[in-house]
């Protein structure tokens, strides 16, 4: 039923990794629609200018603007997705690209991400997010098993054999890519965003966030959406949106919702990310392939 899957990238690539891979002809349209959304939500296109929440948001949000140029250079070119699925915040992406809410909508989801920052604060909450490479989701589980109690850190997202996402208390972050480090990791580094998105922690602090998606009607998207948390096939707008509700505080496993597009049939995988981003910690089969920007 479906061949060909878009897939979403989340926050964690640089505005300068992702503009650099813009070729000139789709960097007129970026900077029409960066203009149009910095300039609507009051945000300075001079990004140092950009102070505190607003410095993050505000690259959060070229990443999304970079999406949506990808996305419609793929469609232009003929290349039409059966279906689609978004990784961490490539949900929110994915829900402005696929139709479920307009772009602006898609921009001030990414916008409330402040008020959550601004409740951590509040609490004195120090959370930190970590990226290690080098070990599966079975590994690091075992390896943390006796070492950390889940209110400390979880596995925020398996995203392949070799490459997982841990999220929790800063402290406990840190320990536990030194752990990594040293039993052998390729890598592994802290995101330093002062947020620990996947954890179960963030419910408490991400109210108004949850809130403000459930604020406009949810149409249902132009393409399917594989849900990135139970796996299914999503069609109407209602699931759209709980999926963006769950996105801030519900661990993922990205290993499988690529397994399960593959056994939905996928064979053909387009990386949405200006630089390839998705490519570079998802493993598909052999039968199938990933196809970037450059690609095209």
């Known amino acids: 039923m479906y061949n060909r899957a878009f ?11 992702l503009l650099v891979k813009l070729p000139p002809e789709l960097m007129d349209k970026y900077e029409h629609y960066l203009g149009q959304a910095f300039g609507r939500l009051g945000l300075s296109m001079d990004l140092e200018k950009n102070k505190a929440y607003d410095g993050r948001v505000a690259e959060w949000i070229i990443s999304l603007i970079c999406d949506r140029v990808v996305f419609e250079h793929y ?73 950390f109690s889940p209110d400390e850190l979880v596995i925020g997202s398996g995203n392949s054999k070799f490459h997982v996402m841990v999220s929790g208390k800063a402290s406990a972050v840190e320990k536990a890519l030194l752990l990594c480090q040293n039993e052998g990791a390729i ?55 709980r999926e963006n509700q ?23 995988f387009f990386d949405v990310s200006a630089n390839g981003a998705v490519s570079k910690f998802s493993r598909v089969s052999r039968k199938c392939k990933i196809y970037t920007l450059e690609d095209v």
């Open 187 to 241: 890598k592994a580094f802290s995101f330093g965003t002062g947020v620990a998105y996947h954890h179960p922690i963030m419910k408490q602090y991400s109210q108004e966030y949850v809130d403000f998606c459930a604020s406009t009607e949810y149409s249902a998207p132009t393409y399917p959406i594989l849900s990135i948390f139970d796996r299914e096939v999503m069609t109407t707008g209602q699931q759209v949106l």
């Open 75 to 147: 469609i232009d070119k003929g290349i039409i997705p059966d279906i689609g699925a978004g990784y961490s915040s490539g949900i929110v992406s994915i829900s402005g690209c696929f139709g479920s809410v307009p772009h602006e909508f898609a921009h001030d989801i990414i916008m409330m991400n402040r008020a959550t920052m601004r409740c951590l604060e509040e609490h004195d909450q120090k959370l930190d997010m970590g990226i290690v490479i080098g070990f599966s989701y079975s590994d690091i589980e075992e390896l943390f098993a006796d070492k």
């Open 246 to 268: 769950l996105n801030v505080y519900t661990p993922i496993r990205w290993d499988l919702a690529v397994k399960k597009l593959e056994e939905l049939g996928v064979t053909e």
């Open 7 to 17: 897939l979403f990238n989340g926050i964690g690539s640089k505005p300068e990794k």
